[in-house]
């Protein structure tokens, strides 16, 4: 039976980073918000390799515990097996994923203008007026309450999304964890046809645990037989699996009528690694910064949205996404041939050097930068380009979008 009708100033959908850090940033004001989460714990299911830059302790207070390992070398692996690795001042942390999920809903969960529902799932909204002000009226499976401002950060299969015909292209993702052998100081990256729009990856954990996983857009299961059975690692040695999707493309479209996306559901994530936790965390500082000038001013409109939440968020994150995709987009064309010219390139000292320096896995546009600017690299994209001619429509759809 549903509960009798309350009013809150905000709906946040969805209670893992996104949504509980969001909530965190507006847990000191007077503001009533409700959490809205459809499964029994927070956290779960994992969906995450874990693998996360720095810039996550500039960010937010990163508990020691929260970080597992810390890597200084990637390895990135072509289809024929032959590798290149690249280390620079990233040092990336390996982070325990639910934990930090559960930093910020342990802050926010006690806090008296606070509600959060686990195990309640959203179901619609309705737009009503209310003496003279537009709002929203929630129905989940378990109540109905009337909010000014909803937020989705209900993941890459985003109900609110999809009511305001937001669309994500979505990849299949699945992982395990398992005790094994495989140098604890470097993550992994193995690139191929068969699983194009992404890769194969082995991630140390720390303790001689791994992760090892793999995201496409079809066949995943068989995929993901054939990269374990390629490197000598049998499946019924896992600790654990995990599964789900990750989006794949750009930034969405995310500001709408008394409504904003934040996280997988506005697709603020990487192309190039399918990893969008920092990008989330500096999209909830603007979504955030967003909702307090909408209760101060009392208009939530699309316009006062855009232009505090979806623009900025456009002008920082949205622009080093396209890169992200821009280099996804090539990545998809190469074959055996073609990584290894593209390795051939990277090994000079030159560019090897470039990546020291200006190497950056969450915002590479400084990089790219430098990198097109020489010679050999821009040699090998003019012929890469003409061998596919087809290419320019995409960067070009990218470039616009």
């Given at each position: 039976?549903d509960?009798?009708?309350?009013?809150?100033?905000?709906?946040i959908v969805g209670?893992?980073i996104?949504g509980?850090y969001l909530?965190?940033?507006?847990?000191?004001?007077n503001?009533?918000?409700?959490?809205?989460?459809?499964?029994?714990?927070?956290?779960?299911?994992?969906?995450?390799?874990g693998?996360?830059?720095?810039?996550?302790?500039?960010?937010?207070?990163?508990?020691?515990?929260i970080v597992?390992?810390?890597?200084?070398?990637?390895?990135?692996?072509?289809?024929?097996g032959?590798?290149i690795?690249?280390?620079g001042?990233?040092?990336?942390?390996?982070?325990?994923?639910?934990?930090?999920?559960?930093?910020?809903?342990?802050?926010?969960?006690?806090?008296?203008?606070?509600q959060?529902?686990l195990?309640?799932k959203?179901?619609?909204?309705?737009?009503?007026?209310?003496?003279?002000?537009k709002l929203?009226l929630?129905?989940?499976?378990?109540q109905?309450?009337?909010?000014?401002?909803l937020?989705g950060?209900?993941?890459?299969?985003?109900?609110?999304?999809?009511?305001?015909?937001v669309?994500?292209?979505?990849l299949f993702a699945t992982?395990?964890r398992?005790?094994?052998?495989f140098?604890e100081?470097?993550?992994v990256?193995y690139?191929?046809?068969?699983?194009?729009?992404?890769?194969?990856?082995?991630?140390?954990?720390?303790?001689?645990?791994?992760?090892?996983?793999?995201?496409?857009?079809?066949d995943?299961?068989?995929?993901?037989?054939?990269f374990?059975k390629k490197?000598?690692?049998?499946?019924?040695?896992k600790?654990?699996?995990?599964g789900g999707?990750?989006p794949y493309?750009?930034?969405n479209?995310?500001?709408f009528?008394?409504?904003?996306?934040?996280?997988?559901?506005?697709c603020q994530v990487?192309?190039?690694t399918?990893?969008g936790?920092?990008?989330?965390l500096?999209a909830a500082?603007?979504?955030?910064?967003?909702?307090r000038t909408?209760?101060?001013t009392?208009?939530?409109s699309?316009k006062?949205?855009?232009?505090?939440?979806?623009?900025?968020c456009?002008?920082?994150?949205?622009?080093e996404?396209?890169?992200?995709?821009?280099i996804r987009?090539?990545l998809?064309r190469l074959d055996?041939?073609g990584?290894?010219?593209?390795?051939?390139?990277?090994?000079?000292?030159k560019i090897?050097?470039?990546i020291n320096?200006y190497?950056?896995?969450d915002?590479p546009?400084s990089?790219i930068?430098?990198?097109?600017?020489?010679p050999t690299?821009i040699?090998f994209l003019v012929?890469f380009?003409?061998?596919?001619?087809?290419i320019?429509?995409?960067?070009?759809?990218?470039?616009t979008?």
């Open positions: 039976m509960r009798e009708i309350d009013n809150f100033d905000i709906c209670a893992s996104a509980n909530c965190y940033l507006l847990s000191n004001t503001l009533n918000i409700i959490v809205i989460e459809e499964h029994e714990q927070v956290g779960f299911p994992l969906q995450c390799a693998i996360v830059s720095q810039k996550l302790s500039k960010l937010i207070d990163l508990p020691k515990e597992l390992n810390r890597v200084n070398i990637a390895r990135i692996v072509a289809p024929g032959r590798f690795k690249l280390s001042k990233e040092k990336p942390y390996i982070i325990d994923r639910t934990a930090l999920d559960f930093f910020f809903y342990n802050k926010v969960r006690k806090r008296k203008n606070i959060i529902y195990g309640e959203f179901k619609s909204y309705k737009r009503i007026k209310e003496k003279n002000q929203l929630i129905q989940t499976s378990k109905t309450f009337k909010v000014k401002v937020v950060c209900d993941g890459p299969l985003s109900p609110i999304a999809k009511s305001l015909n669309k994500n292209k979505n992982q395990i398992i005790s094994t052998n140098d100081n470097e993550a990256m690139f191929n046809p068969r699983w194009k729009e992404l890769f194969g990856w082995i991630v140390p954990e720390g303790n001689s645990i791994f992760r090892i996983g793999m995201a496409c857009s079809y995943l299961a068989k995929n993901f037989r054939f374990l490197n000598k690692i049998d499946i019924n040695d600790i654990d699996q995990q999707l990750i493309g750009i930034m479209k995310i500001a009528n008394n409504i904003l996306l934040l996280g997988d559901s506005g990487k192309a190039t399918g990893g936790i920092i990008n989330l500096t500082h603007y979504a955030a910064d967003c909702i909408c209760i101060k009392n208009n939530f699309k006062i949205i855009k232009k505090h939440y979806e623009k900025p456009q002008l920082t994150i949205g622009k996404l396209k890169i992200h995709y821009l987009v090539i998809e055996n041939k990584f290894k010219k593209l390795f051939e390139i990277i090994k000079s000292n090897g050097k470039i320096i190497g950056d896995m915002f546009k990089f930068f430098k990198f097109i600017k020489n690299v040699f012929r380009i003409l061998k596919n001619p087809d320019f429509v995409e960067l070009f759809r990218i470039v979008k």
